[in-house]
């Protein structure tokens, strides 16, 4: 943003790589006192509302609140490997979504990209939780990373909606948060997005967690279903999310 000339294009891009920056600015952009009346619904159109200059206190904002928040950094250096897991998975599915809606043209790139990232939110509240109630003494032992896998399946849908409908998220991303694990196909039957998400983010579940949730394989399938998708086509999304995880791990250790 310093730049004499900044790019809004290579500006949007950088804040797609940080999912905390990600859901701040659009949180901001969509809050009362930015708000015309339209959803915001990507990062491009979060940076056009907001200015570059605001934008710029938005990400400095979000990115040094652990810095003064002990907390948040007490959270993360309890569940590290949590933490890092997390961020892997969100950010291979986003560029998994956004590769798969332009790759097949359905669906809408830029929500799935959104959606692809922060589907899985409501697990940021859990960590934090779980570490709150191991600091305050709560819970008197350390939470086996099987216990921690199972709490965070159980609650993450929820608190997910709850916390998009909080910060006044579009409709489109709350529904995701909500539904991509909904049981009740038809309820999603015409919605390209949920499916596109539940599609790469079950697949990206399924390669690195051997506990993954019972159920989870049938909900990729019947969202492959929905989606048309061959087996062809399956292959190469197997083939992309492989590169995106390689791609996205590279990322953590440059940033790092």
């Known amino acids: 943003i310093d730049k004499p000339e900044a790019d809004v294009g290579e500006l949007v891009n950088v804040i797609r790589q940080d999912p905390a920056i990600s859901a701040q600015v659009i949180k901001v952009a969509n809050s ?9 619904v990507s990062i491009r159109m979060a940076v056009v509302r907001l200015g570059l200059n605001e934008v710029a206190k938005v990400a400095a904002a979000a990115s040094t609140r652990a810095l003064f928040d002990l907390e948040v950094r007490a959270a993360h250096e309890v569940f590290s490997q949590k933490w890092h897991d997390l961020w892997l998975h969100s950010m291979t599915t986003a560029f998994g979504c ?10 809408d790139p830029d929500q799935v ?3 692809g ?21 709560d819970i008197p032992y350390q939470i086996s990373d099987a216990m921690c896998d199972h709490i965070l399946e159980e609650m993450h849908v929820d608190l997910g909606g709850e916390m998009a409908v909080l910060w006044n998220m579009p409709e489109f991303l709350s529904n995701i948060c909500m539904e991509h694990h909904t049981e009740e196909l038809e309820e999603i039957e015409n919605d390209k997005n949920i499916h596109i998400v539940r599609v790469v983010s079950g697949i990206n579940e399924m390669r690195f ?3 993954y949730r019972l159920g989870l394989e049938q909900e990729v399938l019947d969202s492959l279903i929905n989606l048309g998708m061959s087996q062809s086509e399956l292959r190469a999304l197997l083939t992309e999310v492989r590169e995106l995880s390689d791609m996205a791990t590279n990322m953590i250790e440059f940033t790092s």
Do not use: Q
């Not at 009362?32 to 915001?40: I, K, L, Q």
């Not at 956004?98 to 669906?107: D, F, I, Q, V, Y």
């Not at 990232?117 to 003494?137: E, N, P, Q, W, Y």
């Open 117 to 137: 990232m922060l589907h899985d939110i409501g697990k940021t509240v859990c960590l934090r939780s779980l570490s709150a109630l191991m600091f305050s003494g």
């Open 209 to 211: 967690n051997p506990r």
């Open 98 to 107: 956004g590769w798969l809606s332009l790759e097949r043209n359905m669906g």
């Open 32 to 40: 009362a006192y930015y708000s015309r009346g339209v959803d915001v």
């Open 113 to 115: 990209f959104l959606g």
